[in-house]
């Protein structure tokens, strides 16, 4: 349904994008991970022919995105990252907009977004500008899907949203796949990561790599540990690295992951040297790697190469 290749974009001095290269299964759900500045944002333009690359060329569904960004236009449904959408009309009128501009109506494609909808449809009368981010939400995904479009593709859809509505948007979209439609979704979450079917881990328009979310989980290969201590969390990852073993140390919660480089050395040295330290109460504890891990482990090693 996608393909890109080599794709790469720049504005100025600033280099978004650099030869990006990867395809996307038809009915396939493919998440891109990366923080804010990764190019998340400017790759979903030129893939919905909004911004033009400077090299490589990308195809949706066999169309080029440069010389047939009409036909692909038809056949893509976008929702920004930032809500677009008429404020100053009701939900139902921009609903009814956007069928009009793509050539259909409300009641051909109701059973599309009937489950989405219907979660708006008794406040239909109302402004989009009133609605809540969750609504907001629902909204713009009912009008980018009202032309029954082949493929959906999301910019960071979740962001900004509480966790129970961002839970109900994804068993949205887990439906939507269910009904044949391709989708491209790109989110600062982690943990939104794992319902992907594929994900491709993206930073300062770079992808480290491409693969199911467990199998990317499995190739950490470092032994993590879980540290913390009763005593101020800044200085007790200052200390993890200043430690000439440590790897790397990041904060996750009240915990912080360690990575070693020499995992044959006993834990019980580090936590002696953490004590010597001021660090109060220390415990360590194995603990298991999340996507969020492996990111980190790539973009940290990105960095040393650069």
């Given at each position: ?13 600033v ?7 990867f ?8 998440g ?9 944002t ?22 080029d ?32 907009f956007y ?6 109506n409300i ?47 999301l ?19 887990k ?30 328009g ?24 009763d ?46 330290q001021g660090?109060?109460k ?12 492996v ?12």
């Amino acid at each position: 349904m996608l393909q890109l290749n080599n794709i790469s974009k720049s504005f100025n001095e600033v280099q978004a994008l650099k030869d990006i290269t990867f395809e996307v299964k038809k009915n396939e759900l493919f998440g891109l991970i990366g923080p804010d500045g990764a190019g998340k944002t400017t790759l979903f333009r030129i893939i919905t022919t909004l911004l033009l690359p400077n090299n490589g060329n990308a195809f949706v569904n066999g169309f080029d995105t440069v010389k047939d960004y009409k036909e692909i236009r038809k056949i893509t449904g976008y929702m920004p990252g930032r809500f677009s959408l008429y404020q100053d009309l009701t939900v139902e009128e921009n609903l009814k907009f956007y069928a009009t501009v793509f050539g259909t109506n409300i009641k051909k494609n109701y059973h599309l977004i009937e489950d989405i909808y219907s979660h708006i449809e008794p406040f239909k009368k109302r402004l989009a500008g009133k609605l809540s981010g969750g609504m907001k939400q629902k909204l713009a995904l009912s009008c980018a899907l009202i032309h029954k479009p082949e493929i959906l593709v999301l910019d960071e859809p979740t962001t900004g949203v509480d966790a129970v509505s961002r839970a109900e948007f994804w068993q949205m979209l887990k439906n939507l796949q269910h009904k044949g439609i391709t989708i491209i979704v790109s989110t600062p979450y982690m943990d939104e990561a794992m319902l992907c079917d594929r994900v491709g881990l993206i930073q300062n328009g770079n992808i480290f790599t491409i693969d199911q979310p467990d199998n990317i989980v499995n190739s950490f290969e470092k032994q993590l540990w879980a540290v913390k201590a009763d005593n101020n969390k800044f200085k007790l990852i200052t200390d993890l690295r200043n430690h000439p073993n440590v790897e790397s140390a990041f904060a996750f919660g009240e915990n912080i992951h360690v990575s070693l480089h020499d995992n044959k050395q006993e834990i019980k040295t580090l936590e002696e040297y953490l004590s010597e330290q001021g660090n109060q109460k220390v415990v360590i504890k194995q603990t298991k790697a999340g996507i969020e891990d492996v990111f980190l482990h790539f973009s940290q090693q990105n960095s040393v190469t650069q």
